[in-house]
Nanobody, 122 residues
Framework: QVQLKESGGDSVQAGGSLRLSCVAS????????MGWFRQAPGKQREWVAN????????TYANSVKGRFTISQDRALNTVYLQMTNLRSEDTAMYYC???????????????WGQGTQVTVSS
């Protein structure tokens, strides 16, 4: 079974930076694609970014492109989300996710972490 453990959520002022971490374990075929989702209060869940772990290929939502960077340390089975130039609208619960395919990853069909809160104050 795939297990995901997140850390790094915090409160930060607008314009600041924050790095989230997700440590993964379990069947590697079930976590070929790793990614991040977020959900703000009163809003629907939003896909943020993903990474194809075998090649390091990354994809981003337009709302975060140029500000957020997803990366990995394969030796540590860890995926990161480096967030810069944070805005108040980035405030949300951020979830790490793992899936077998690109389609499943972008649709959130796979294993989820517990979530970590990011709060950006203006």
């Amino acid at each position: 079974q795939v297990q995901l453990k997140e850390s790094g959520g915090d409160s930060v002022q607008a314009g600041g930076s924050l790095r989230l971490s997700c440590v993964a374990s379990g069947d590697s075929d079930s976590r070929k694609y790793m990614g991040w989702f977020r959900q703000a209060p009163g809003k629907q869940r939003e896909w943020v970014a993903n990474i194809y772990t075998e090649l390091g290929t990354t994809t981003y939502a337009n709302s975060v492109k140029g500000r957020f960077t997803i990366s990995q340390d394969r030796a540590l089975n860890t995926v990161y989300l480096q967030m810069t130039n944070l805005r108040s609208e980035d405030t949300a619960m951020y979830y790490c996710a793992a899936a077998r395919t690109f389609t499943d990853a972008t649709r959130g069909r796979g294993t989820w972490g517990q979530g970590t809160q990011v709060t950006v104050s203006s």
